[in-house]
């Protein structure tokens, strides 16, 4: 059993930065891949970014690749997304989710998900 807690979004302008974090519970985090959703206002959950558990493995979305950065201290349960170069088009509500395999882009293949954290950009 995993728990995940998402925090650090917030209000931000165009061009600025914010780093959201995700902390994890649960003695077998370190086994899951991670990744980092976003869904915006009437739009489908969408792929963000995804890290192996052993960090051998990280892919981006090509919307963020370049301006995001995933991630993880298994030391700590601890999963981040630096997240530079803010656009108004990255608003949207982001999530953090563990999975133990499959297509790491689908969302249906996580296991646990946080509850979520605003990101607002403005232009």
């Known amino acids: 059993q995993v728990q995940l807690v998402d925090s650090g979004g917030g209000l931000v302008q165009a061009g600025g930065s914010l780093r959201l974090s995700c902390a994890a519970s649960g003695r077998t985090f370190s086994s899951y891949a991670m990744g980092w959703f976003r869904q915006a206002p009437g739009k489908e959950r969408e792929f963000v970014a995804i890290i192996s558990w052993r960090v051998t493995t990280i892919y981006y979305a090509d919307s963020v690749k370049g301006r995001f950065t995933i991630s993880r201290d298994n030391a700590k349960n601890m999963v981040y997304l630096q997240m530079n170069s803010l656009k108004p088009e990255d608003t949207a509500v982001y999530y953090c989710?563990?999975?133990?395999?499959?297509?790491?882009?689908?969302?249906?293949?996580?296991?646990?998900w946080g509850q979520g954290t605003q990101v607002t950009v403005s232009s």
């Open positions: 989710a563990a999975s133990k395999g499959g297509n790491l882009y689908a969302s249906i293949n996580y296991d646990y």
